[in-house]
């Protein structure tokens, strides 16, 4: 990547508030802090912890593999809840627990803590020993959490499969990781509707012969299920019988916590392996500085589901270890209104939010009146997560939900980091629309060109880790070579995230998506994230996705595919559509005017919220679409090609 020079400069900054730095967990002396003694900072934070045995060796580091706090020992559950029981903060609730159909429920954090037990010697009972898999295919409900405890309890990895993925999903994840069990549940609700996941289950383990030598099965909807009594088992009847006393192990601070199967929009899924100490560490530590949580008063809510790296360490593990009180919801955001999201808001109080770009443009398609319509005053920090966020989008996000009083944290981070790696600190960083800013303290990023030259201020090229941290995977399950291969072969030496970014005249860091996301257009790098920004800063358009298609002449020719705001008109769309263009030439340079317009009533999206760029180029370059079946919603393709038949614009 070279050509940077047509993109734009970002002037607006927000500094925080002089109240809102002068209260905050992190204040500006913690960079020099950490730059000063980067091993010696990492032991302060991992001091935050209760460990056994303290470790003899903050790291050992043999590129590409990591050591963290060597020598030492401790328990995640022990640290998620044992010791805010001990400590007198039982009473506290620790999730505030709101079902789709409007069910609620507030569990303490001593509550957590027998479920947990009980849960632990229920594992124990069907013989889970310490290294075991654990396959977890569940909605989202505190059994979930409870789960994932009770197996880091007793020192089972736990692999979370997210509760929207098929049978065929389901199956490779249980047969790579080689489970012994499975723990789900009849089903859950969504879209106002029970939906059912023991079936799938069933019908994974019916297709393939694995070790799974038994399936826990939680009751969430009460749907009519079938049961094999040699192999299911209710969650209720088992953990009834079950103690709730159970002494927590303590493992070694590098034994295995949990497996996470990328969701990969190419190739097969990657089992993104992590262990304990590093990454409590450094989940607790985030979550302390980037979203300032003051446990005795905030209401912190992470709307991801437990089955994405979001849910994990910022739903389970960094929260619980901070002892925060959060809000858990089951559901979609447009059930049963699409302002059911403001209306929790509302309900528990919730002060700290984090989501994603793609929910976030939703709500600005939907319109302001949903937020305005519930009392979002309770709010005092804002974070977002998954991909770039569009500097149009942090604006909207800072003023309409955010009252322009809330300091936004865009965290860049990926499964294979573990935590955020990169973000704003809220009380000390002044922030600019659209730039995740720069690498927290205690961690090193450089963007580095093709030959791994670090790039100076108003440069691009590949965002590459130099230096080990403590959440960072410690392999790809039962693949090394992969390991390998996908990460540090790129850049000798140096972690390759495969994503393309950039520095501004200031060092501000600007995430541009994955590199197979950028086009070549006659010998420019321009990145889709920059046009894509560029489109939905235009007042017509909601949603925008931006693919670079064969073109004779110019390499790759830009085709975009948009939402307006309001729908397709039926009249006048061709004056949109070259305004469109305009307005994209004006922004950025006319390198990036986009050679087609598409409009659409929707995009392609994974469950996580990433565009499959990929379908959309073989609909550009005039193809048969490809697999689309890890499609959050497998029709859209069809809807857009159906669509475009009467709605083309070509100049
Ligand atoms: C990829 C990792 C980390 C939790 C959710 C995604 C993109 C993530 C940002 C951000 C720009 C971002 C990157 C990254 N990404 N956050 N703030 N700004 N891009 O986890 O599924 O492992 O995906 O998501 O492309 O590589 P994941």
């Not at 789960?147 to 692999?159: E, F, N, T, V």
Request: hydrophobic share 40%.
């Amino acid at each position: 990547m070279s050509s940077l020079e047509n993109l734009s400069y970002e002037e607006r900054t927000f500094a925080p508030s002089p109240e809102f730095a002068a209260q905050a967990n992190a204040q500006a002396s913690i960079y020099a802090d950490a730059e000063k003694d980067r091993l010696g900072f990492w032991e302060k934070q991992a001091a935050y912890l209760h460990w056994d045995k303290k470790w003899d060796t903050v790291l050992e580091w043999n590129s590409p593999y990591a050591k963290w706090f060597v020598g030492a020992k401790l328990n995640a559950s022990y640290n998620a809840l044992d010791r805010h029981v001990l400590e007198g903060r039982g009473e506290r609730v620790a999730f505030y627990f709101e079902g789709e159909p409007g069910d609620s429920r507030a569990i303490t954090y001593a509550q957590m803590l027998t479920d947990v037990k009980k849960a632990a010697n229920a594992l124990l009972e069907l013989g889970v020993k310490s290294g075991d898999r654990v396959a977890i295919y569940m909605p989202m409900i505190p059994e979930a959490a409870v789960a994932m405890l009770a197996c880091a309890r007793i020192g089972a990895l736990h692999s979370v499969i997210f509760g929207g993925f098929s049978a065929d999903s389901l199956i490779t994840r249980i047969e790579d990781a080689d489970a012994t069990l499975v723990i789900t549940s009849d089903g859950g609700f969504r879209k106002g509707a029970p939906f059912a996941l023991k079936p799938i289950v069933d019908e994974a383990l019916a297709a393939k012969k694995t070790n799974v030598k038994n399936v826990l099965v939680v009751k969430r909807t009460g749907q009519e299920t079938a049961f094999d009594p040699e192999i299911d088992i209710w969650w209720h009847e088992i953990l009834e019988r079950q103690s709730d006393i159970h002494e927590a192990e303590f493992f070694d601070s590098e034994h295995p916590l949990f497996i996470l199967y990328t969701s990969g929009t190419t190739g097969k899924p990657k089992g993104i392996f992590h262990t304990t100490g590093g990454y409590l560490t450094q989940a607790s530590y985030t979550h302390r500085v980037v979203f300032d949580l003051k446990p005795e008063t905030d209401v912190y809510w992470c709307t991801a589901d437990v089955g994405w790296i979001t849910g994990h360490s910022y739903v389970v593990y960094g929260p619980l270890i901070n002892g925060a009180t959060q809000v858990m919801y089951e559901g979609t955001p447009d059930t049963p209104t699409k302002g059911r999201i403001f209306e929790l808001v509302e309900k528990y109080k919730v002060s700290i939010l984090y989501t994603a770009p793609t929910l976030i443009r939703t709500w600005m398609k939907w319109g302001d009146e949903f937020p305005q319509g519930s009392d979002l005053s309770s709010l005092r920090l804002l974070g977002s997560v998954g991909e770039p966020i569009n500097p149009e989008a942090w604006m909207w996000y800072r003023e309409v939900i955010g009252g322009n009083r809330c300091p936004i944290v865009d965290t860049w981070w990926q499964t294979e980091t573990g935590a955020i790696m990169i973000s704003p600190l809220p009380g000390v960083t002044a922030t600019k629309p659209g730039s995740a800013m720069g690498a927290l303290p205690g961690i090193v990023a450089k963007v580095v060109d093709d030959e791994a030259k670090v790039v100076g201020k108003g440069g691009g090229g590949y965002l590459v880790l130099t230096q080990p941290w403590p959440s960072m995977l410690r392999g790809i399950w039962g693949s090394d070579e992969r390991y390998r291969e996908t990460y540090w072969s790129r850049f000798d030496g140096k972690y390759f995230a495969g994503d393309g970014a950039k520095l501004d005249e200031d060092g501000a860091i600007w995430l541009l998506g994955r590199v197979d996301d950028v086009m070549l257009v006659s010998g420019h790098n321009i990145s889709t994230t920059e046009v894509e920004s560029s489109l939905v800063s235009h007042p017509n358009v909601a949603e925008a996705a931006v693919v670079g298609a064969k073109d004779d002449t110019t390499g790759q020719g830009i085709v975009a595919f948009v939402i307006l705001r309001g729908g397709i008109p039926s009249v006048g769309g061709e004056e949109l559509i070259k305004e469109l263009k305009a307005h994209v030439a004006k922004g950025i340079g006319a390198i990036a005017r986009p050679k087609q317009i598409l409009v659409v009533n929707e995009l392609p999206k994974t469950r996580s919220g990433k565009i499959m760029r990929r379908l959309l180029r073989d609909v550009a370059e005039n193809r048969a679409v490809g697999d689309s079946t890890t499609l959050a919603d497998p029709n859209v393709m069809k809807l857009i090609q159906t669509g475009l038949a009467t709605g083309k614009s070509e100049d």
